[in-house]
């Protein structure tokens, strides 16, 4: 499915009105349905499905193991439902769900592992891979609106998303990352949003060392960042 359509809309230079078509984001209701009861309900730019699921439920470690996409039974109509099977019960005693602008996160109060990484980056590394990031966001150009999200070891990125939601972004991008068996480990998350908590828990999640944006991050973001040594 695409993920955008176009639309008729007036532009208005200055007080002149006229008809055009403009690019305008697709946003789909996506269900995820596991063993068969519905765990969470989100919206979502309907690309890299599988990315996402897998994103968001090894992220959480509410399954063990990576979902193959074969497995991931796929229900697109006037939204998008997913049904995954998997051992034992579906939502771990003690979860608890918190929703964010579209986003998931799930909570069992435990802390985060010190990350030991000595990847580190010069300032102007840093610059020119931000740089082909964000060359990178043609979505964004488009009908704007969209958040982008990609895992580089400072040299290339290795995996890259757009999505309506920050938090899809970066789950299909660690979602990406698993399915293809690519390490964490000397990376660099790049985000096009403000770190948020969630933001940072994720990357304190897979301990990804470092965590980059244009945007600014909240003080409760800082305080995971420096707990998690990110």
Known sequence: MDPYIK??????????????????????KLRLFLNGKELITLHCTPSMIPELINGILLTEK?????????????????????HVSVAG????????????LGGYTFSQGKPFRKIEDSF??????????????????????LPGCFHSAAL????????????????????????????NDISF??????VSCRISSEIVSKCAR????????????????IEIAEAAGI
């Open 185 to 190: 480990r000397g990376k660099i998350m790049l």
């Open 89 to 100: 019960d579906a939502v771990p005693e003690g979860m608890h769900f918190t929703r964010c």
């Open 206 to 221: 897979w301990e990804i060392p470092i965590v980059a944006s244009r945007a600014a991050p909240t003080d409760l973001a």
């Open 120 to 141: 580190v980056l010069a300032p102007e590394t840093l610059m020119a891979i931000f740089q082909g990031f964000h060359q990178r966001s043609e979505l964004f150009r």
């Open 152 to 179: 580089s070891d400072g040299k290339s990125i290795l995996a890259f998303a757009e999505d309506i939601g920050r938090h899809n972004a970066v789950d299909k991008v660690t979602g990406y990352a698993l399915l």
């Open 7 to 28: 639309r008729k809309i007036i532009k208005y230079q200055g007080a002149s009105g006229k008809e055009s078509e403009d690019p305008v984001a697709v946003e789909k």
């Open 62 to 82: 509410i399954v063990p193991d990576k979902i193959s996409p074969d497995s991931i039974t796929l229900e697109m109509n006037e939204g998008i439902n997913i």
